[in-house]
């Protein structure tokens, strides 16, 4: 085989939540100089411009798309746009997704709505987008890769997280059910598990404080965006041509310490006491 195990030249990639300027747009950034053409969603056409449009300025081949991917209709307004993206499509990326700080509570305190808010947006938009794909891809006897974001929260306990930590593992779940009704056509399904990682949205809840970081985590530091997005190239690449449904931890060696709950059994990284105080009581 003489072709680059690691490039996508020729290929269209859907990345699902582009724009947020952290994982999603690092990934973006990683594929489209692997050599796919990458379809990349985000719902605020604003974010699309202020994360991917430098990329297309840099001349990498992205086609930014502003849709909903939560809703029917933005999953098939995404799929309009890989068709016609130019190249074979072969991959999608779901990045969307996250928990916003007020979903933060007790689990006696989760409502139905918490509940049924945090798994649309992170379990049923997955599972949906990867839905649309597989079809596809089945459609046109072709084979593809699908990698998904979890969380370690999804692999371990989420305490006063519950909704979203549940939400990740399921998402887990549906990978591996995914992988293995797949499987004969081709078709690759993993996630990818990150540890704690300096991104936007993290920012909003996580301060800085190296000392904390060495005593938590393995590595001694939190992780990179590029380097959340350098296992997703791997997993949509050749190089990972026999791995199906497997989720990869991406943390450091967090999980290998899992130092990082207090006295409470609150996370050591959350910045804000008024906030830790709002979230257990």
Same mark, same amino acid.
């Given at each position: 085989?003489?072709?680059?195990?690691?490039?996508?030249?020729?290929?269209? #990639?859907? +990345?699902?939540?582009?724009? =947020?300027?952290?994982?999603?747009?690092?990934?973006?950034?990683?594929?489209?100089?692997? =050599?796919?053409?990458?379809?990349? #969603?985000?719902?605020?056409?604003?974010?699309?411009?202020?994360?991917?449009?430098?990329? /297309?300025?840099?001349?990498? !081949?992205?086609? !930014?798309?502003?849709?909903?991917?939560?809703?029917?209709?933005?999953?098939?307004? +995404?799929?309009?746009?890989?068709?016609?993206?130019?190249?074979?499509?072969?991959?999608?990326?779901?990045?969307?997704?996250?928990?916003?700080?007020?979903?933060?509570?007790?689990?006696?305190?989760?409502?139905?709505?918490?509940?049924?808010?945090?798994?649309?947006?992170?379990?049923?938009?997955?599972?949906?987008?990867?839905?649309?794909? /597989?079809?596809?891809?089945?459609?046109?006897?072709?084979?593809?890769?699908?990698?998904?974001?979890?969380?370690?929260?999804?692999?371990?306990?989420? !305490?006063?997280?519950?909704?979203?930590?549940?939400?990740?593992? /399921?998402?887990?779940?549906?990978?591996?059910?995914?992988?293995?009704?797949?499987?004969?056509?081709?078709?690759?399904? $993993?996630?990818? /598990?990150?540890?704690?990682?300096?991104?936007?949205?993290? =920012?909003?809840?996580?301060?800085?404080?190296?000392?904390?970081?060495?005593?938590?985590?393995?590595?001694?530091?939190? =992780?990179?965006?590029?380097?959340?997005?350098?296992? +997703?190239?791997?997993?949509?690449?050749?190089?990972?041509?026999?791995?199906?449904?497997?989720?990869?931890?991406?943390?450091?060696?967090? $999980?290998?310490?899992?130092?990082?709950?207090?006295?409470? $059994?609150?996370?050591?990284?959350?910045?804000?006491?008024?906030?830790?105080?709002?979230?257990?009581?």
């Amino acid at each position: 085989m003489n072709h680059d195990l690691l490039g996508l030249d020729g290929r269209v #990639v859907i +990345v699902a939540g582009a724009g =947020g300027g952290g994982i999603g747009t690092a990934t973006t950034a990683l594929i489209a100089r692997a =050599g796919a053409t990458v379809v990349a #969603v985000s719902r605020r056409r604003e974010n699309l411009d202020e994360h991917v449009g430098p990329l /297309a300025d840099e001349g990498l !081949p992205v086609v !930014p798309v502003p849709a909903d991917v939560s809703t029917a209709d933005g999953v098939a307004e +995404v799929m309009e746009h890989a068709a016609k993206a130019g190249g074979d499509l072969h991959g999608l990326v779901n990045v969307a997704g996250g928990a916003a700080p007020a979903t933060w509570m007790p689990a006696t305190r989760v409502t139905r709505d918490d509940w049924r808010a945090l798994f649309h947006q992170n379990l049923e938009t997955m599972f949906f987008m990867s839905q649309a794909v /597989a079809a596809e891809l089945k459609a046109r006897g072709r084979p593809g890769s699908i990698v998904s974001l979890s969380s370690i929260s999804g692999m371990n306990t989420a !305490p006063f997280h519950i909704a979203y930590g549940t939400a990740k593992a /399921a998402l887990v779940a549906a990978t591996r059910t995914m992988a293995v009704e797949l499987a004969l056509d081709g078709i690759r399904v $993993n996630a990818v /598990a990150p540890g704690v990682t300096e991104t936007p949205a993290s =920012g909003t809840y996580v301060d800085e404080d190296p000392e904390r970081d060495r005593r938590a985590i393995a590595m001694g530091r939190r =992780g990179r965006p590029e380097e959340q997005a350098g296992a +997703v190239l791997f997993l949509l690449s050749d190089l990972s041509s026999y791995i199906t449904g497997q989720t990869l931890l991406v943390d450091g060696g967090l $999980n290998l310490k899992w130092t990082h709950l207090g006295a409470d $059994n609150t996370s050591l990284f959350l910045k804000d006491e008024g906030f830790r105080d709002a979230i257990t009581h």
